[in-house]
């Protein structure tokens, strides 16, 4: 595995882990579950008032140490996970997500794809697009998932 985490002294660094209120209906989260942000960005933002609306930055299959899988297969599983891990962070479900944008820059087979996404997602059916890109923004990247989330406001 690599990891993409060598990043004491680099200006572009985010801030690793936490909340930052943005205002009073915008929280920024980096939850402590996901590996921190590659560069000056926030894993999620949470928009609140009647309807609780979760937009998060896409999810890179890599773990919460930084540690990054060489297969396209394993990226997707993590990439799932950091979601999930986001989708707690803030309080909701797989069930509350409404879109989900998968970036892959290899086939990961659509029998094992269908599998990963079955089990997280358990017969709920977010809109969903599948884009096949040339690169992402690292050469080891190979999955990339934009994610939506919405439930009822607190």
Not at 12 to 28: N, Q, T
Not at 133 to 142: F, I, N, R, T
Request: with cysteine.
């Amino acid at each position: 595995m690599i990891s993409l985490l060598e990043r004491r002294g680099n200006p572009c660094a985010a801030p690793r882990w936490g909340v930052r209120i943005l205002d009073p209906m915008k929280a920024a989260r980096n939850p402590e579950s996901v590996h921190a942000p590659l560069a000056r960005y926030s894993h999620q933002i949470e928009l609140s008032g009647p309807e609780r609306l979760l937009v998060m930055s896409g999810q890179v299959g890599m773990g919460p140490e930084g540690q990054l899988p060489e297969t396209a297969a394993e990226q997707f599983e993590l990439a799932l996970a950091n979601i999930r891990r986001n989708l707690e962070a803030a309080g909701m479900r797989p069930a509350d997500l409404v879109k989900l944008t998968l970036y892959l820059t290899e086939p990961v087979a659509p029998e094992r794809r269908a599998e990963l996404l079955g089990e997280m997602l358990q017969g709920h059916e977010p809109c969903m697009t599948l884009i096949f890109v040339a690169a992402l923004a690292g050469p080891a990247l190979k999955v990339e998932i934009d994610a939506w989330a919405s439930t009822a406001g607190a």
